[in-house]
């Protein structure tokens, strides 16, 4: 099992900045890549960002291109997500994953470990 917790959410203004952490534990040498989604009031959960464990590719979605930076310090098995120019729409509760699966894995039944959530919320 793999233990995943977040936190470094909160309210900001338009166009701030956030960075959230995702620490993992337990039997983190199965995981091949750690993800950040995003579930919106009323939609889908979100592919956001994904980095991999073993070389450290990173893929972003396009609507975060430019503005998010995934990245991770392997020696504290912990993954960032760093926010900036943040808009309204970005308002969601941000969920941390792992998964097992090889490549760049970016659906949610990809991945197997999932975080508590921690709630981003950028005002106008």
């Known amino acids: 099992q793999v233990q995943l917790v977040e936190s470094g959410g909160g309210l900001v203004q338009a166009g701030g900045s956030l960075r959230l952490s995702c620490a993992a534990s337990?039997?983190?040498?199965?995981?091949?890549?750690m993800g950040w989604f995003r579930q919106a009031p009323g939609k889908e959960r979100e592919f956001v960002a994904v980095i991999m464990w073993s070389g450290g590719n990173t893929y972003l979605a396009d609507s975060v291109k430019g503005r998010f930076t995934i990245s991770g310090d392997n020696a504290k098995n912990t993954v960032y997500l760093q926010m900036n120019n943040l808009k309204p729409e970005d308002t969601a509760v941000y969920y941390c994953a792992a998964t097992r699966k090889l490549g760049a894995p970016m659906g949610t039944y990809d991945y197997q470990y999932w975080g508590q959530g921690t709630q981003v919320t950028v005002s106008s």
């Open positions: 337990g039997d983190i040498i199965c995981i091949s890549a």
